[in-house]
């Protein structure tokens, strides 16, 4: 089992789930985040005066997969998420040792 996790930004979270969902992938977890990376943020004018925006608006979103479906889902969040602009986001693919739904006692595979 593998963890996906995959920043992109909010816009795109409505097409990024439908990819994820017609592959397959029933549950995910989304979380509002703030960040940056290579652009450093930005400045906007506000009233006249100028303020930089260093955290950008995020969102966060984890996904646990088999092994088999870790690539599709990788290239689903992909082309969905991207617009070809600075702050497209990132994916990162974390390996999973085990799972347990709570209510049924399902281990690994089964329980996700």
């Known amino acids: 089992m593998k963890k996906v996790e995959a920043i992109i930004k909010p816009f795109k979270l409505e097409d990024v789930t439908e ?3 017609e592959i397959g992938v029933s549950g995910i977890t989304v979380t ?3 960040g940056f ?5 930005h400045t906007e004018l ?3 005066a100028e303020y930089v925006v260093d955290f950008l608006p995020k969102v966060k979103l984890e ?3 088999s092994d088999q479906l870790v690539d599709r889902v990788v290239e689903a969040i992909a082309s969905a998420a991207q617009t070809g602009r600075i702050g497209d986001g990132k994916i990162f693919v974390i390996p999973i040792e085990s799972a347990l739904r709570i209510r049924t006692g ?7």
Not at 37 to 41: A, F, S, W, Y
Not at 106 to 112: F, G, N
């Open 32 to 34: 509002e985040a703030k």
């Open 19 to 21: 990819a994820l969902h």
């Open 46 to 48: 506000y009233r006249g």
């Open 106 to 112: 399902e281990r690994d595979d089964d329980a996700i």
């Open 63 to 65: 996904v646990v997969v």
């Open 37 to 41: 990376g290579r652009q450093k943020g």
